[in-house]
């Protein structure tokens, strides 16, 4: 557990500094903060993404080897991109029935979105980074301190959605957490992670850009009836549940 923290402490001293930088660099060369902060965050964010994943890999405190890559796990990686697409709607629906939890970042969303370079910081550069540390350092971790691996699991996705540090994202990050936790520990690579992280923000992206106030949006909104909704449930359960257990066939669990 002691690595884990250290590995979320150098997560956010990171982050805190490249933003407090950018921020100085800016302040410097421009003489101010710009009123529309949306480049100033999509050039944070893709530095620290940028950062970190070389700190963390340089530091081997995420080992890297091509044994997932070896297992032509093409299978695997077509089956992951269906359960992202499945998880989306069920996961959003649930966390509609939950009670209403505030939305600190929305603002900071919509500028990433209407930014040039928003998808690259937003949709590639932030999963990576994210699974680099939380499944490749956090989780791996965990899971050689715990002999339950769904103890390690939940933790993992448990820090996972607390660092989004936005209550009204946390339960989607917290189950799609589950599922990344599950299937780095059942492959031992981060790679379908990767892939169904980059896919979930991916959708997020295309709603925000389709739908400018989509995060204030219900999916009966979305839909237009409370019957679409359920549809639209249905439909993605019968993809994701195929889904899983044809990744629960193909992934072999890690040693």
Avoid at 238 to 246: G, M, V
């Amino acid at each position: 557990m002691k690595k884990a923290i250290e590995y979320l402490v150098f997560f956010v001293a990171i982050q805190l500094i490249v933003t407090y930088c950018v921020m100085g660099v800016w302040y410097l060369v421009a003489g101010g903060v710009p009123k529309d902060d949306g480049a100033l965050l999509v050039t944070t964010t893709i530095l620290f993404g940028v950062i970190t994943v070389a700190l963390f890999l340089w530091r081997r405190w995420m080992p890297v080897n091509g044994d997932f890559l070896k297992s032509r796990p093409l299978a695997v990686l077509f089956w992951t991109f269906l359960a992202a697409m499945g998880i989306i709607v069920p996961s959003l629906w649930l966390q509609e029935k939950m009670p209403e939890l505030p939305n600190f970042l929305n603002d900071s969303f919509e500028g990433l979105v209407n930014t040039p370079g928003g998808y690259l910081a937003l949709g590639i550069i932030a999963p990576l980074a994210e699974e680099v540390v939380f499944r490749g350092a956090i989780l791996r971790s965990l899971l050689e301190k715990y002999s339950r691996p769904w103890t390690a699991i939940a933790i993992s996705a448990l820090l996972f959605a607390l660092i989004h540090l936005n209550p009204a994202q946390m339960p989607h990050a917290f189950l799609v957490g589950l599922l990344l936790g599950w299937m780095y520990w059942r492959t031992g690579s981060i790679i379908p992670g990767v892939l169904l992280h980059v896919v979930n923000n991916t959708v997020s992206y295309i709603m925000l850009r389709l739908y400018p106030q989509v995060e204030e949006m219900s999916l009966t909104d979305i839909l237009g009836s409370e019957m679409g909704v359920l549809k639209a449930v249905g439909c993605s359960l019968l993809i994701l549940l195929p889904s899983l257990y044809q990744l629960h066939l193909r992934m072999k669990r890690s040693r």
